[in-house]
Nanobody
Framework: VQVVESGGGLVQPGGSLRLSCAAS????????MNWYRQAPGKERELVAA????????NYAGSVKGRFTISRDNLKNTVYLQMNSLKPEDTAVYYC????????WGQGTQVTVSS
């Protein structure tokens, strides 16, 4: 099982980024996927979650209305579209899935700064 995040970078406040998480080694369409983030000095927190079929989605209150999680079960990829970014969104973003245990990617850095 492997999940690999990409798409992070430096963006100005109010800007947008789209993160991708490419999955392999398991039947992607059968499992829920999650995006987490961890800011310096803070605990890792759940940002968004999507069910295996993509029909059940949940967001952290701090990103609701600004971030959109989606998945493409043909491409084995989950996305996080982030709009109206704020400096407090600066963090390392991780995707994960639970298959008997939690599998994490290596993370991708998102920095929101002018």
């Amino acid at each position: 099982v492997q999940v690999v995040e990409s798409g992070g970078g430096l963006v100005q406040p109010g800007g947008s980024l789209r993160l991708s998480c490419a999955a392999s080694g398991f039947t992607f369409s059968r499992y829920a996927m999650n995006w987490y983030r961890q800011a310096p000095g803070k605990e890792r927190e759940l940002v968004a979650a999507i069910s295996s079929a993509g029909d059940i989605i949940n967001y952290a209150g701090s990103v609701k209305g600004r971030f959109t999680i989606s998945r493409d079960n043909l491409k084995n990829t989950v996305y996080l579209q982030m709009n109206s970014l704020k400096p407090e969104d600066t963090a390392v973003y991780y995707c994960n899935t639970f298959i008997g245990r939690i599998y994490w990617g290596q993370g991708t850095q998102v920095t929101v700064s002018s």
